[in-house]
């Protein structure tokens, strides 16, 4: 399968910095998804981008499919954006395999 | 819509209990998956229906491990008989299409005694 790689594993942040978190994957996709898993271990989607870019509120996500890499955006970051963001994909449509994760911490 | 509902929401049950886990996905999606979540192997995917019908079960990790979509709106996950290792979260998710935006269901979280 398709393999995923997220990084960094952790990140802390200040209240109001902005960061970028990163998706490599080692094959084409034809689905790309973002989640957010947040301290209650709830999943939400937060992007369906298997390419292009795409916007929502303070965060953003692009996908560079052909260089097999997604960047997920958070701009000016809120406690309540703390939580895991996983990244997951999929090479024949239904099948997402997801990345470790990467464990985001903001401090107020 | 109220969102992919799963139930119960924790489980703690005795080894060689049988557990069963339940689902109902968003009105109108096709396809169902069930995922576990464990800190040692992270989300996998164990079965996914659409339209009912199981397409692949490549996921389930043994025999003791049976999922059902007897209608649309309902799906379980049976492990009988339950071991601890089997403690993990078990997700449901559903989405319209193949490949699309998927839902996820809160979880539930069995743990095995």
């Known amino acids: 399968g398709i393999q995923v790689e997220q990084s960094p594993p952790d990140l802390i942040l200040q209240e109001g910095a902005n960061s970028t978190l990163r998706c490599n994957f080692s094959?084409?996709?034809?689905?790309l998804q973002w989640f957010h898993q947040n301290p209650w271990g709830q999943l939400i989607n937060l992007f369906y981008?298997?390419?292009g870019t795409k916007q929502n509120g303070r965060l953003s996500a692009t996908t560079v499919a052909t260089e097999r890499y997604s960047l997920l955006y958070i701009s000016s970051s809120q406690t309540t954006d703390s939580g895991v963001y996983f990244c997951?994909?999929?090479?024949?449509?239904?099948?997402?395999?997801f990345g470790a994760g990467t464990t985001v911490t903001v401090r107020a | 819509d109220a969102g992919v509902i799963q139930s119960p929401r924790h489980e703690v049950t005795e080894m060689g209990q049988e557990v069963t886990l339940r689902c109902k996905p968003i009105s109108g999606h096709d396809y169902l998956f069930w995922y576990r979540q464990t800190m040692m192997r992270g989300l996998e995917l164990l079965i996914y229906?659409?339209?009912?019908?199981?397409?692949?079960d490549s996921g389930m990790p043994e025999d003791r491990f049976s999922a059902k979509m007897p209608n649309a709106s309902f799906s379980t996950l049976k492990i009988q008989p339950s071991e601890p290792r089997d403690s993990a979260v078990y997700f449901c998710a559903s989405s319209f299409v193949s490949g699309g935006k998927a839902f996820f269901g809160q979880g539930t979280r069995l743990t095995v005694v």
């Open positions: 094959d084409s996709v034809n689905n």
């Open positions: 229906f659409n339209n009912n019908v199981p397409i692949d």
């Open positions: 997951a994909v999929g090479d024949n449509d239904y099948k997402l395999s």
């Open positions: 981008i298997p390419s």
